[in-house]
């Protein structure tokens, strides 16, 4: 992965990050859509990530949880509020309660993964927006931007994979 940038804008309450694969946009769409690929980088090497459902449709949820090196789990989901295969799609990701259910105690933000395909490869533009600058600054000092990245780093090595085998 060519990391290209990180940009926290508390203005517009956003979090980026872009990143360019040397793969094709359609290769690239299937890491986010087959929730066996998208366990296998969507959390921080120390933090793997768990998808216990992952309905990737308009409206459709998914579930998943991230285990950490005591091996707490923290759980998750996600409401895809939009998709646009290969090339964009939309959700809402939150945090969740042991039963799975959305947890109260941090609202959700909402996502926009977009890929475009540049130079024979994919850029992927993810666009993380928050309620509150509160939430912005609360989520990244609990590590989002830099779990992230690390999480992203492992796209590449699941990029090389021939995924018919």
């Known amino acids: 992965m060519t990391f290209v940038s990180s940009e926290t804008n ?3 309450l956003t979090l980026t990050f872009v990143a360019e694969f040397d793969a094709s946009v359609e290769r690239v769409w299937q ?3 087959d929730p066996r690929q998208l366990e296998r980088w969507w959390g921080p090497p120390t933090w793997p990530a768990t998808f216990e459902r ?3 449709t308009p409206g459709g949820r998914s579930n998943y949880y991230m285990t950490g ?3 707490n ?3 998750g989901y996600w409401v895809t509020t939009s998709i646009e295969p290969p ?3 939309e959700f809402d990701d939150g945090f969740a309660d042991e039963n799975g259910d959305p947890s109260t105690a941090i609202e959700p933000t909402h996502g926009v993964v977009t890929l475009q395909e540049v130079d024979g490869g994919t850029r992927m533009t993810t666009v993380t927006t928050f309620v509150s600058t ?3 600054e609360q989520l990244v000092a609990m590590g989002m931007e ?3 990245r690390e999480a992203m780093s492992q796209i590449d090595a699941l990029l090389a994979e021939d995924v018919r085998a």
């Open 73 to 75: 789990k923290e759980r």
């Open 146 to 148: 830099e779990g992230s």
């Open 134 to 136: 509160e939430q912005l």
């Open 10 to 12: 508390r203005d517009a």
């Open 87 to 89: 090339n964009r799609f």
């Open 54 to 56: 992952h309905d990737f």
């Open 31 to 33: 890491i986010w859509e």
């Open 69 to 71: 090196p005591e091996g």
